[in-house]
């Protein structure tokens, strides 16, 4: 079982940044991607972005692409995620999840952190 951690979250006005960590206690060779879910009050998870751990290729959702950066940190177990330019409609608990393969799906992901909440005010 990976433990993951999350922290960073914090209230931001519209604009600014934050960076988000994840610390997960252990690797496995099963799980090769890492990933950002969020969700926000009444809504369903949804997927932000995945970094593939072996060769670190990342992809991101379309609302969060041009502003959101995911990279690794390989030698420290750790991943991050850099948010910039936020929006209103970035408020929601920000997940951080391990998994087989490279899914868009919170179904494909078997490890979770608690989560962080990231505020953005207008």
């Known amino acids: 079982q990976v433990q993951l951690v999350e922290s960073g979250g914090g209230l931001v006005q519209a604009g600014g940044s934050l960076r988000l960590s994840c610390a997960f206690s252990?690797?496995?060779?099963?799980?090769?991607?890492m990933a950002w879910f969020r969700q926000a009050p009444g809504k369903e998870r949804e997927f932000v972005s995945h970094?593939?751990?072996?060769?670190?290729?990342?992809y991101y959702a379309d609302s969060v692409k041009g502003r959101f950066a995911i990279s690794r940190d390989v030698a420290k177990n750790m991943i991050y995620l850099q948010m910039n330019n936020l929006k209103p409609e970035d408020t929601a608990v920000y997940y951080c999840?391990?998994?087989?393969?490279?899914?868009?799906?919170?179904?494909?992901?078997?490890?979770w952190g608690q989560g962080t909440q990231v505020t953005v005010s207008s």
């Open positions: 999840a391990a998994g087989r393969i490279e899914a868009l799906t919170s179904t494909e992901y078997d490890n």
């Open positions: 252990q690797r496995t060779g099963s799980r090769n991607v």
């Open positions: 970094v593939n751990w072996e060769w670190g290729g990342t």
